[in-house]
T-cell receptor
Framework: DTAVSQTPKYLVTQMGNDKSIKCEQN?????MYWYKQDSKKFLKIMFS???????INETVPNRFSPKSPDKAHLNLHINSLELGDSAVYFC?????????????????FGPGTRLTVL | QKEVEQDPGPLSVPEGAIVSLNCTYS??????FMWYRQYSRKGPELLMY????GNKEDGRFTAQVDKSSKYISLFIRDSQPSDSATYLC???????????FGTGTKLQVIP
């Protein structure tokens, strides 16, 4: 019944490795996002996809590559992991609608993936 | 200067107190304003949403937007220990535009 799910929940890996995080939403939303939250709790958008099409790419290193096989899934692959990549990564989804309606394009967040690079 | 500024706290109040959380912003194009609550080791969840200026009330929570001052507030009345969380303000300019978050204010309500 989970609306937005992510796997894995925890990821501990060595510098230089390649890893993937998966995200799935069962809300029927047309837009999905990846956010990075650092140790100071600052939440920053990385990517946004609408109906499998990339619409926001926020100056993220090329080592990060999102992939959306369908509008219910948005995966994040990270090559050559660095120490600075350690953070919590959140997936989110939303459905664009009339801004006057309650909730606007409320974003529903997943539980997060805590990535630690050693 | 960051686009959205928010005092990180922590803010510690006794149970039953009125809590005031604030954010200032610099982008005059912002017109959608949100408050998210994030419990420890969980994802953020939407608490309040306001389109353009004005006030909005939902139970113990009131959101205020003053676009002329580029200032938004969240008031929590009769605060409860279960309100202890990090509160993030967020805003965006239009449809499909990115949401910009504040750094979050950590609130602790002491029984």
């Amino acid at each position: 019944d989970t609306a937005v799910s992510q796997t894995p929940k925890y990821l501990v890996t060595q510098m230089g490795n390649d890893k993937s995080i998966k995200c799935e939403q069962n809300l029927g939303h047309d837009t999905m996002y990846w956010y990075k939250q650092d140790s100071k709790k600052f939440l920053k958008i990385m990517f946004s996809y609408n109906n499998k099409e990339l619409i926001i790419n926020e100056t993220v290193p090329n080592r990060f590559s999102p992939k959306s096989p369908d509008k219910a899934h948005l995966n994040l692959h990270i090559n050559s992991l660095e120490l600075g990549d350690s953070a919590v990564y959140f997936c989110a989804s939303s459905q664009e609608k009339d801004p006057g309606l309650a909730g606007g394009n409320e974003q529903f967040f997943g539980p997060g993936t805590r990535l630690t690079v050693l | 200067q960051k686009e959205v500024e928010q005092d990180p706290g922590p803010l510690s109040v006794p149970e039953g107190a009125i809590v005031s959380l604030n954010c200032t912003y610099s982008n005059s194009a912002f017109q959608y304003f949100m408050w998210y609550r994030q419990y420890s080791r969980k994802g953020p969840e939407l608490l309040m949403y306001t389109y353009s200026s004005g006030n909005k009330e939902d139970g113990r929570f009131t959101a205020q937007v003053d676009k002329s001052s580029k200032y938004i507030s969240l008031f929590i009345r009769d605060s409860q220990p279960s309100d202890s969380a990090t509160y993030l303000c967020a805003m965006r300019s239009g449809g499909y535009q990115k949401v910009t978050f504040g750094t979050g204010t950590k609130l602790q309500v002491i029984p």
